[in-house]
């Protein structure tokens, strides 16, 4: 090279050597269709499984029996009585868990006498397993619907509780200060800075509390219930019908992942300032 | 109406319960349509007094007071903030029209005003946007577009340009002098750019750092209406100079600190 002056006098001739990007190692890259794969890998050796004979379809159905039985159910109407009943508990308990919990969250994290009196009562409640707490529910409230929802609700109160007091806590303090500043008093700030303000950790609060209160719904209904998909897990498995069950458990799968997408939805929509 | 400090202190506590002292004995006024503007090194305490003017902190001595304000009437003061603190839930629009809808202005004329103010700004056409689709400068103008809207006897400026990089932060000192001519509002005005100061300021308050005393107030002697040109002017940079000189043992200081 023309302007190399003397640099063969320090070792190292007129050779190129090329710049590399030394990262490739790291970057990683979309595998999406790897992604399809392993789902749909994971199906067919189930099925192939079940059609080998080596392991008995009793104890593992296989998915297109699954399916079938699914069918089956949905046509002659016998899933939506289940279905319906564990919709009406769930619903129930997470919307009176959330609504509580969000209005304890905000008590405790902007009223001092609220934080000094709630702090310590949560946090002594809160480790106790919720479903431990059906048999007084149900003590207290019969062993109908008021018992289930009342558990999931609780399980549904703690996290949103939670997580609405840490993100009333971590509001940004320049925005409250530029709030007051405008001539916002105390309702003004509650109403249009700290309860927009702690939205997003409220929405991690629903996220937490949808499985909460999933596994609530199913534990109560395995405990006691004539209806809901709990149940019918429950009796089909005492049966040995286990396609009924493994439907009942798609069911349940196909209903987090419903719950997910839709809050995720509703986030998008109720908080279009997060993660731009 | 004019801001009236009298012998203001501040006193804190730190972490560790000892008390520290921020601000000793400040005395200083602002009259109607003038600009002043506080500098000092670190640690003078400079956006603490503009917090108690503000009424967003207590003080511990002394008081400030706002001469020839009516009761109940227009809001004693705004303030703009290095940080922006926009509302990030809120469009532009929605944010200027905060102040407005705590005074209970009806909806479809604040919307007016807000927009007034907008324009005045340089940002019709945004209104629409959210906080975190704007440039830092252009999110400084939501703020002080905020500010301006609820009509302030005083406009309290914490840093508003110290956020920015160089390039923005000279436009925007032009755009502050034009808002100025325009607005003729009561300015206090804290930077810790002497140039800034002395561009944009009637007088310059200088201050010591702890406690944060009046070192120091300089008229500054440059005709209005001012701009860009301003800079190269003689009395400008002897200005700067001076200031400087009382500043920079103390700097130098406050930079050896945490």
């Avoid at chain 1, 190292?12 to 979309?30: K, Q, S, W, Y």
């Avoid at chain 2, 010591?208 to 107030?217: D, F, H, I, K, Y």
Wanted: charged share 20%; proline share 5%; with cysteine.
């Amino acid at each position: 090279m023309g302007t190399d002056q003397g640099g063969s006098g320090r070792g190292h001739g007129g050779g190129v050597i090329p710049v590399t990007n030394r990262m490739a190692f790291l970057e990683r890259r979309d595998r999406r269709l790897l992604r399809v794969a392993a789902v749909a890998g994971l199906v067919l050796a189930w099925e192939a499984l079940g059609r080998s004979g080596l392991v008995r379809t009793v104890f593992l159905p296989p998915p297109l029996a699954v399916l079938a039985e699914g069918a089956r159910m949905v046509a002659g109407g016998e899933i939506f009585g289940h279905l319906a009943a564990s919709l009406v508990r769930i619903l129930a308990g997470f919307a009176l868990g959330a609504l509580a919990g969000i209005a304890a969250g905000i008590a405790l994290g902007f009223f001092q006498t609220a934080e000094a009196v709630g702090t310590p009562i949560l946090n002594a409640l809160f480790p106790i397993p919720k479903i431990a707490l059906l048999p007084l529910l149900i003590l207290w409230l019969g062993i109908e619907e008021k018992s289930k929802i009342a558990v999931i609700a609780l399980g549904v109160f703690f996290p949103m509780a939670i997580n609405t007091y840490t993100g009333v806590r971590h509001v940004d303090p320049v925005l409250v200060r530029a709030a007051v500043s405008l001539g916002a008093g105390r309702r003004g700030v509650i109403r249009k800075v700290i309860i927009p303000g702690a939205l997003p950790m409220i929405f991690a609060g629903f996220k937490l509390g949808a499985g909460t209160a999933l596994l609530l719904l199913v534990a109560a209904e395995i405990i006691n219930a004539k209806r809901g998909l709990g149940a019918m897990i429950n009796s089909a498995g005492d049966l040995m019908q286990t396609t009924k069950l493994m439907v009942g458990l798609v069911v349940l799968s196909l209903l987090g992942l419903a719950s997910a997408w839709g809050l995720a939805a509703l986030e998008r929509l109720l908080i279009p300032w997060k993660d731009l | 109406m004019r801001l009236v400090i009298e012998d203001l202190s501040k006193t804190y506590r730190d972490r560790e319960g000892r008390p520290v002292e921020a601000l000793a004995g400040i005395s200083l006024a602002v009259e109607p349509q003038e600009v002043v503007a506080i500098v000092g090194p670190s640690g003078c305490g400079k956006s603490t007094l503009l917090n108690i003017v503000a009424g967003l902190l207590p003080a511990s001595a002394g008081r400030a007071y706002f001469e020839g304000a009516a009761e109940g009437g227009r809001p004693l003061s705004a303030m703009v903030f290095q940080e922006f603190a926009l509302f990030p839930w809120r469009t532009v629009l929605d944010n200027v029209c905060f102040g407005l809808e705590e005074q209970g202005m009806p909806p479809g004329r604040r919307r007016r005003v807000a927009r007034e103010f907008l324009e005045l700004v340089g940002l019709a056409g945004f209104e629409a946007k959210f906080p975190h689709q704007l440039s830092g400068g252009m999110r400084q103008r939501v703020g002080i577009a905020r500010a301006l809207a609820v009509d302030p006897h005083l406009l309290l400026m914490d840093e508003p340009l110290s956020a920015l990089d160089a390039q923005a932060r000279a436009l925007m000192q032009v755009e502050l002098l034009r808002l100025w001519e325009k607005t003729r509002k009561s300015i206090l005005y804290v930077t810790h750019s002497i140039q800034e100061a002395v561009l944009l300021a009637d007088r310059v308050a200088v201050f010591s750092r702890r406690p944060g005393r009046l070192r120091a107030l300089l008229p500054v002697p440059l005709p209005r209406p001012r701009g860009e040109a301003a800079q190269a002017d003689r009395a400008f940079l002897d200005l700067v100079d001076r200031i400087w000189g009382l500043i920079r043992a103390e700097a130098v200081e406050a930079m050896a600190e945490v």
